[in-house]
């Protein structure tokens, strides 16, 4: 593992950086765009993520001496191209949706601008990072609004890569998750992070309430326990005898978890427990806690669903060159893509929102150089990056502020957890569509 | 980031820990059990990989001082766990299934051994590791029968997470992949690595020709020329003129690839390039490389769904308390949970393989402390971690060999693309199956 990031990168980046160092083009001016072309099937909006990661990457995108020459030995560049990487760094601008804002197919999320050899360079982390942050913050904020004000802890970082856990934590935390299970992602990033026992500890006991007395002892009596180990109405008469009714919570990890809410409900308030939580946390997802709502189920712990992005753990986000200059000052010609079953429109995108007098997001657009900016219509992008240095760094709470107060932008069938076409798609803003 | 893991840890490890240091526990002998206890839909065999990742891991997981400082200010832990993860490092035992090989529903495929503190605190890294590096190679593995001899490109890691996408190649060049586009997974493991040009290359200068000619003269005219950016017919008679008949390959990325690879074949025969090759990368999986089985395709890249773990991007292997003594110099009595829709088999289990006169692996069970060993029957585990310390360090070429080996194991039938049951359920090898 290492801080630089330049060898997180695909080969072809650096062979094409090769041929552009020989033919002399690597200094033309460049622009690249990330987008998504799609939202995965049935989903109505996409939260950007991964931003805050990626720009201390970006910064760290150089090359060490035994990197390069490693690249030179494999035959990856020429002598010219090592030269150029030894002293590389990007020193571009970069222009982006904020953090945790809200994107749909065609949103220019990412514009990149510098010379063609450090904009091209910079693709396979770009789309790392922001393919896997934004699938997760996606997921975890349709599970926020299933969850309607109740709190969801984010616990999936077994189900994933140890680092890609961290990112993962962060995204869900940035979409409104309220906690994690990641201690790496609470000491990273100022994430509340919870977490009192699994069915190993009760199993390692003689008696669950041994293990329960252990627990709370140890906790205090406001520490969640765990009761589904054996029998679950034993595990929460157990539970309250051991802690009292000043019991935090209990958790429920199987089984059929409305039928087993509403008797665990009924048992804590028998038992003089009323303040007592109940917190579900068996194989949950924005449909399972939809189902759920009616159940006396206080917060959800969700793993593997959010981890991987709830059946669709990638983005689709693509960067794409949209305008280049054919010497070192002339001026940017658009390009695009032309083949059969892919059209881009060529060109520097803006991106323009407009919403209605009730503050609802109703339309986005782009304009291409040349276009009139739409009448009333607030841009899209702010600067994240000047000169190869960020220049956008708000903290996690401000972006979580922010994707909150996004998603209160938008109509609540666009909200709804049920499939549905996305709820904008984004096109040119004139007459004519030309591609 | 960082190379100590001891943070890479779900918060609830440490809650248990400090329980047990607390009650006294914390150093009664323990066993603790990694398997699956379902494959995913269809599949009939799974790959496990990630353990040469996760014995360094292992042996780095340590705290440092302020991370430790910081535990305690969070209330996780009280000041006598502090002291104890302090000093912390594993010093017990692992066996497990050689990196590589094949597992099944109930294959054990992981055992750690050591004192209840030392084997519990484990849990996540064990399971971020194999579950994320298992579930890319179980995929990959089927996309390498598919392929047919035909070599594979692992191209995903802008699909992912920086830091997975490295995994990720690993993981796929252990299941047979022949090459990454990943230098990172380049220069820490061995792996080959291959690229040549996007869509980028041929669109930022002036004509297709004029991008071909920069690319044979940077990298010779055994590259790979992508083909497809205006119309591939087109493309491929550009490239055959720029870089003649020693045309290394010709890249398609889109349209319908059986339908354009026959074209291309007849097309470079006819220019006089029946030797350049033809590479196909359009959203590949086992189930398209299959389909395109009878077409002219030399080679295939694929990308998304080898990272994605071709739609089961974690392996869902959990990690459980077996077996624990009562003192620290007690008998080690087997545990297991028995809530209503999850019971195991508790006891410290050793798996064993039984073969068929051809060499076909035909049965796999276990045994617990008492039982018989199977006759004929071949260990499944080997020793990997002793009193702390790797013994287990196949190099990647090894383990490549090791998993190529195994899968010639099974039946044809179990090695088919289609769905189907587990080709083998790992039961108890007793008459009696008690829980």
Known sequence: MTHRSGLLTDRYELTMLDSWVEDGSVGHPAVFECFARRLPEGRRYGVLAGLGRLLPLVEAFTFDADEVTWLVEQGVVGERTAAYLQDFRFRGDIEAYPEGDLYFPGSPVLTVRGTLGECVVLETIVLSVLNHDTAIASAAARMVTAAAGRPLIEMGGRRTHEQAAVATARAAYLAGFGSTSNLRAGLDYGIPTVGTAAHAFTLAHR?????????????GPGTTLLVDTYDIAEGIRTAVRVAGPALGAVRIDSGDLAEEAVKARALLDDLGAP?????????????????????PIDGYGVGTRVATGSGHPTA??????????????????????????KVSVGGHKT???????????????????GDPAPAGAYPAQVPVMKDGVAVHA??????????????????????????????????????????
Chains 1, 2 share one sequence.
């Open 351 to 369: 991106a323009w929102r407009e919403y209605d007098d009730a503050g609802l997001l109703v339309r986005e657009t782009f304009t291409i150089p």
């Open 207 to 219: 008696s669950e309430e041994e293990a329960f007395r252990s627990q709370v002892e140890a906790q």
């Open 394 to 435: 708000p903290s996690t709470e401000e972006i979580r502020a922010h994707t909150a107060a996004a998603l209160r932008r938008l109509p609540p069938e666009a909200l709804a957890v049920a499939a549905g076409p996305p709820y904008l798609t984004v096109t040119r803003n004139s007459e004519e569509e030309t591609a």
């Open 316 to 341: 689709s986000m693509v960067y794409k060159l949209v305008a280049v200059a054919d010497s070192a000052d002339g001026p940017l010609r658009p390009v695009s893509k032309k083949s059969k079953d």
């Open 275 to 295: 303040d007592t939580r109940i917190v579900a946390t068996s194989d949950l997802d924005e449909f399972v806690i939809s189902a759920l709502a009616d159940a």
